[in-house]
């Protein structure tokens, strides 16, 4: 006869993988204790109790449900015995009302049960052993978590361990304290004594742990808070248009900084807080210092662009005399000399030299618009004199026909040399056709 039966194991089983579910390390536990139930399906022996459950249980998951146990520890038998252990259940439940009055949480009741029938308060120990054992363990955890840790999953980590201690605590019997159930621990060996100072000295470090949580806690909400104000303003100073929303940023980047200096330095929150606080002040000297130098490169560019509005203007409703052009020229030079005038290390030094390229081609054409009205006006000069040649010539007495034509066709030459566009381009043409139509007579 096997020690435990199929409706006992699926009891089990199922509250196993509930436990499983709501523990981190569930998934594990939950491995180990199936191989052991399953062993001892196949293990020949007398049907376990709802003892020999917990004691397979217990190690892997300590809060595991009693009752589970219990109702396992019933179905644990072969099928046709339903009488006998609905009887035995019946008798069962006497003892376990016995049992369970005995077990009432009331000293009245207990300490005379313990004076003659120590037995019966066995479920009170063994529940005092259980939570004095997890108690025990969560405060020592939770002092290496809370007075030891350096991150904040530490701390929160800690907290829960705290919370978990907390509990385990309020459910040792305070009035109970001073006594020693020795032959339950000759028979458990448990190695616990239920002192008062013990009690009141795990009950203070909790409490100075809680104190230490929440102020941990507090210094990490001023690190997140410093952190998320950094950088908004960071961003907020980087698009400011204007003097009133640069000012703002600063106010709000010198605010993050005061709370930053404001974390306890005994908080583990204390470490990265000064690290980001000498970069953010780093920082922040950096990009005013850098807000200076572009206020300069800016106000070099604004005075260039002034000198090319006004070139651009005078430049306007062509043609103009070489003189005009210079004049042009020179409000050039004058913006492209103040664009150049902004280092390289200035962070406006790429719009001043894109601005510069685009006023260095500027001059260009209108230098060539100068040569263009000077050559056009020498043209024009030299034309008029080849011109004048030429009526002397056609003055003389039978002059030479061949040779008027080749002088006209030298002035017609030069007249088509004239760019159009300058300020002499319509009386040259007037000339040209003056001069061809002559041509064509001769």
């Not at 049907?47 to 644990?76: G, H, M």
């Not at 009887?87 to 207990?110: E, H, S």
């Not at 159930?181 to 028979?187: A, H, I, K, N, V």
Request: with cysteine; charged share 25%; proline share 4%.
């Amino acid at each position: 006869m096997g020690r435990l039966f199929d409706r006992a194991f699926q009891i089990l089983a199922a509250e196993v993988k509930r436990c499983a579910h709501n523990d981190l390390a569930g998934e594990v536990g939950q491995k180990i204790v199936m191989q052991r139930l399953e062993k001892l399906c196949r293990q020949q022996g007398q049907p376990l109790t709802a003892e020999e459950l917990r004691q397979v249980i217990e190690d892997q998951f300590p809060d595991f449900n009693p009752s589970v146990l219990k109702r396992a520890a019933r179905a644990n038998c072969p099928p046709g015995l339903g009488k006998k252990i609905l009887w035995g259940g019946v008798t069962l439940a006497g003892l376990v009302g016995v049992v369970w009055v005995a077990n009432l949480p009331y000293p009245m009741i207990r300490w005379p049960v313990s004076k003659t029938i120590p037995i019966l308060l066995l479920p009170s120990y063994v529940q005092m052993d259980h939570n004095y054992r997890q108690a025990i363990s969560a405060v020592e955890q939770a002092d290496q978590l809370v007075n030891q840790g350096t991150t904040q999953d530490d701390i929160n980590l800690g907290e829960q361990k705290v919370q978990k201690a907390q509990t385990h605590l309020d459910r040792l019997p305070v009035w109970f304290l001073g006594y020693y159930p020795q032959r339950y621990c000759s028979l458990m060996n448990c190695s616990w004594k239920f002192t008062l100072d013990e009690y009141e000295t795990a009950r203070k470090k909790i409490g100075r742990m809680e104190a230490r949580v929440f102020q941990e806690k507090n210094a990490f909400i001023r690190l997140n808070e410093a952190q998320s104000a950094l950088k908004t303003a960071q961003q907020s100073y980087q698009k400011a248009q204007g003097g009133g929303e640069r000012q703002t940023a600063v106010e709000t980047w010198q605010a993050a900084l005061d709370l930053l200096q404001q974390i306890p330095s005994q908080t583990v929150a204390a470490q990265p807080a000064q690290t980001l606080f000498k970069n953010a002040q780093r920082d922040f000297q950096q990009m005013v210092g850098l807000s200076v130098q572009a206020q300069k490169g800016n106000t070099m560019i604004a005075a260039a662009q002034q000198f090319a509005i006004l070139a651009a203007q005078a430049s306007q409703n062509p043609p103009h005399t070489a003189q005009e052009w210079q004049q042009v020229i020179e409000l050039w030079e004058k913006a492209i000399e103040r664009l150049e005038k902004v280092p390289e290390e200035n962070p406006s030094y790429l719009e001043s030299q894109t601005k510069l390229a685009e006023y260095t081609q500027n001059l260009g054409i209108i230098k060539g618009r100068l040569r263009d009205e000077e050559e056009a006006v020498e043209l024009l000069k030299e034309a008029k004199e080849l011109i004048t040649e030429w009526r002397e010539m056609a003055q003389e007495s039978n002059p030479s026909v061949s040779q008027l034509r080749r002088q006209l066709n030298q002035v017609i030459n030069t007249l088509e040399d004239i760019e159009v566009g300058t300020t002499v381009t319509q009386e040259a043409q007037d000339l040209l056709r003056a001069a061809r139509n002559t041509r064509n007579k001769l």
